[in-house]
């Protein structure tokens, strides 16, 4: 079992430009949620998707947007870049069959210049 | 914000019980307890969770005290490996797989040799 995949793991953009991450949740899993980490802050939530839909949202704007797909991988977009969006971005994947736990995948690192 | 409230650093000595409190004044009856922990430049692992009554696993035991305002982590025979950045979160499962998680700041845990 491979767990929780993401792509690409480090990422250069200039501000302005979109960026596209991707996520293969764990085998069995079909809830993915998304969540930004800043250098030495705890990671903060953005959404959560759930049967294709976005479930849950946290507090950040709509330039950041999703997608699940029918296999339960799904992309996050960030659109018009700022300086302040470089940083972790992390997902997670759980069941509905909920053992309480969420798996994270490593990451990718965006860097906005 | 987090509903958390947690030491920003410890220390223990390899061998002992590294006891990581954590206090939760606000948390509501359906609230549950979650811990994870964060290794360098690593995404977040779960630890343990629990509702009511105290919990351990192969990891850890976590108590919980009677009025659920506070709770503690306890790693019973630290090792290096246990270096890492603790979060206690405090949420809800709402259905469809674990919520999306409040992560504050968390405690610093440093094994030391």
């Known amino acids: 079992d491979a767990g929780v995949t993401q792509s690409p793991t480090h990422l250069i953009k200039t501000r302005g430009q979109q960026v596209t991450l991707r996520c293969s949740p764990k085998?069995?899993?079909?809830?993915v949620s998304w969540y930004q980490q800043a250098l030495g802050q705890g990671p903060q939530f953005i959404f959560q998707?759930?049967?294709?839909?976005?479930?849950q949202r946290g507090n950040f704007p709509d330039r950041f947007s999703g997608h699940q797909f029918p296999n339960y991988s799904s992309e996050l977009n960030v659109n018009a870049l700022l300086l302040g969006d470089s940083a972790l971005y992390l997902c997670?994947?759980?069941?509905?069959?909920?053992?309480?736990?969420?798996?994270f995948g490593p990451g990718t690192r965006l860097t906005v210049t | 914000d987090a509903k958390t409230t947690q030491p920003p650093s410890m220390d223990c000595a390899e061998g002992r019980a590294a006891n990581l409190p954590c206090n939760h004044s606000?948390?509501?009856?359906?609230?549950?307890v979650y811990w994870y922990r964060q290794i360098h430049s690593q995404g977040p692992q779960y630890i343990i969770h629990g509702l009511k009554n105290n919990e351990t696993n192969e990891m850890a035991s976590l108590i919980i005290t009677e009025d659920r305002k506070s709770s503690t982590l306890i790693l019973p025979h630290a090792t290096l490996r246990d270096t890492a950045v603790y979060y206690c979160?405090?949420?809800?499962?709402?259905?469809?797989?674990?919520?999306?998680?409040?992560f504050g700041k968390g405690t610093h845990l440093i094994i030391q040799p």
């Open positions: 606000t948390i509501s009856g359906n609230e549950y």
């Open positions: 085998s069995g899993h079909d809830t």
């Open positions: 997670a994947s759980s069941s509905e069959g909920w053992d309480g736990e969420q798996y």
């Open positions: 979160i405090v949420g809800m499962y709402s259905g469809g797989g674990a919520d999306g998680l409040t």
């Open positions: 998707y759930y049967e294709e839909e976005e479930r």
